[in-house]
């Protein structure tokens, strides 16, 4: 199998400082760092850094009889320090030379970060690679299992699966400077932990240029059969890569949704430039388990979970997409859980757990510019609207900029269609150092407008910063008050066009879906009178 290129994105400094600076082992740990690790150059001493995070209490041998144990008789370490350090010595040059691969036996106990491991597992790494031993070596052996046929083939395969480059796969995350490889890696480690813990093994996808055939459901809302909202992934493959097509369709009424209902208008900052969501661009995914997604500027780690579904009934499908006690929300809303009939073999379903690492900047031109908003037809730069909205020991909705609600929807008192809530609208002034003072304002609800009364909360910071694309100028803040904290955003203007837009970039968060694929859909479709839309590519 020959090398290949792997999909890669670049942390912007926006979304570096968004994932933070802890460098911590805990699962889906959001703060990821870059360093290498290497093993020692002693002639008889191995040492190394076992990883999840930082593992102590592993058990480290040459696993000479190759039963992914370590057994009496084989080389071993003194468990693991609290950085996962490891040292065997005492090795002999034919034990040196045997090609025998590395292993870390973990046993329950054992902690992570200090947080001990409820279920043992074993990760293993290759003969010539002792310096890490962690989930993604562990990933690489597991690809030479499933036939990659070398090991340069089974590095390719894994780094083209998780989008990161090969040498990434034999570095400790976990120390260094923080770097895009490094938060990918420190947020899959858990989920390739998890499985190992359940007695199941990641699966590598060793052909990422075969298409994956059908399609699945990420989204269906059904009212009836003249008013839904249908989305489907379509698989593919693109430059030797496999990509999923995002392909929706609707009625609203009886009459086709036009393509800005169905997938808006916002527009998301990439390395590429600002692109919008559509049905032809492919978007770089795996079919293998855990993998790694890049969409419109996002980057999703994923873990997935596939049940078969043959000979379940189409009730019990439509049951398990809308369980919200198990997904983030239902997956086929509004589907009758009364219909009939069975499913055909092949029919299944993936429960999708996703975290959303790397969030891009978007902006929704339907929003308005800042020119528009305030009705000032100079606010098209940022130096522009620095200077409009100067700190003043007056506040009013006019001398201060919109940063956002504190939360995301709201209920007037009695249930009136409309009322004020005090203190809801983060608001913000420029003043001189870069120093941005925070101030909170009543809000008009729904309309959505500052109703007054704003007062000072505090003082963060601004600053200039450049886009993805590296031309786009951004103007960030950081230091936000503590009253922000559940916002699921952060506000960053964005100067392009000939404008400034109210612009946005979301946290990282984590959704599980569950999403049937095409044999458990049809019969579904077939009853509620849908038709599915065909793959445009």
Sequence with gaps: ????????TQLSPLSLALLGGMCSGLALSLAACGGGGSSSPSANSVSGVVLDGPIQG???CLDLNANKQCDSGEPASAPTDAQGNYTIAGLTADQQNSGAEWIAVVPAGA????????????????????????PFTHMVQVAIDQGAGS???????????????QASLYTNYHAGSPSTDAAILAAHAPNVVALLQSGTQPTIDLDPGQAQTGYTVRYFGF???????LRVF???????????????????????MSAASLYGTAQYLTSTGWVDLNATTGNPTSKGNPSTTLSAGYVYINLRQVTDLSGKSVADAVALANDTTQNSFATLPGVPGSLAGTLPNGAAASTVRSLALVNPVIYNPADGSAAAGYS???????????????????????????????QSTYTCPGGAASCVIAQQRLRVQFDSGNTARWMLCDLNWPSGSTAGNCLAIGSGSYARATGADGQTPLLTFSGLPAQADGMSFVRVFAETGGQVWFGYQNKPSTTTTTRLNDVAF????????ITVPTNPN
């Design 522 to 529: 049809t019969p579904i479709a077939a009853q509620l009178g």
């Design 234 to 256: 379509y698989g593919g493959a693109s430059n030797g890569h496999s990509v999923f097509y995002d392909v929706r369709s609707g009625l609203s009424y009886g009459s086709p």
């Design 58 to 60: 592993a058990t480290v």
């Design 151 to 165: 090991q340069i083939a089974a590095e390719a395969a894994v780094a083209t699966q998780l989008a990161v480059g």
């Design 111 to 134: 902690t992570d970060g200090g947080t001990p491991f409820a279920t043992g597992f074993v990760l293993r790494a290759p003969a010539n690679k002792p310096g890490i031993i962690s």
């Design 223 to 229: 009212a009836d059969a003249n008013n839904y909202r």
């Design 376 to 406: 000032n037809p100079a606010l098209t730069t940022l130096d522009a609207v620095i200077a409009a909205f100067p700190a003043s020991a007056t506040l009013t909705s006019g001398n201060t900029l919109g940063m956002g609600n504190l």
């Design 1 to 8: 199998m020959k090398s290949r290129n792997t999909p890669r």
